[in-house]
């Protein structure tokens, strides 16, 4: 069993910047995956970001390299969505999960995670 707790949602100017954080709690292992998703209103669920627990593996969405960095504290079993440059069509809800595999070929698909957080609102206003 794995818990995930986001926080550090809100609302910001279109430009500006937000860190969202992932508290990981249970068993959790070096090859195990932690991933941000997202999902606006009236449309599916969208891949971010994800890494891999014990190893420099990252992966990041076409919208999310360049201007948002995942990163992790293993001492404090944190992971955290540094976002930047947002804009008002980043806005939705966005959640962090855990899988016991990093899958280096479908690490982007929701279906390949069994636990998520209960999600938190990002609002970019314009």
């Known amino acids: 069993q794995v818990q995930l707790v986001e926080s550090g949602g809100g609302l910001v100017q279109n430009g500006g910047s937000l860190k969202l954080s992932c508290a990981v709690s249970g068993r959790i292992f070096t090859h195990s995956a932690v991933a941000w998703f997202r999902q606006a209103p009236g449309k599916e669920r969208e891949f971010v970001a994800a890494?891999?627990?014990?190893?420099?593996?990252?992966n990041y969405s076409g919208t999310a390299k360049g201007r948002f960095t995942i990163a992790r504290d293993n001492a404090q079993n944190m992971v955290f969505l540094h976002m930047n440059s947002l804009k008002p069509e980043d806005t939705a809800v966005y959640s962090c999960?855990?899988?016991?595999?990093?899958?280096?070929?479908?690490?982007?698909?929701?279906?390949?995670?069994?636990?998520w957080g209960q999600g938190i609102q990002v609002t970019v206003s314009s």
């Open positions: 890494l891999k627990w014990g190893g420099e593996v990252t």
């Open positions: 999960a855990e899988s016991d595999w990093h899958d280096k070929y479908f690490y982007a698909q929701p279906g390949k995670y069994a636990y």
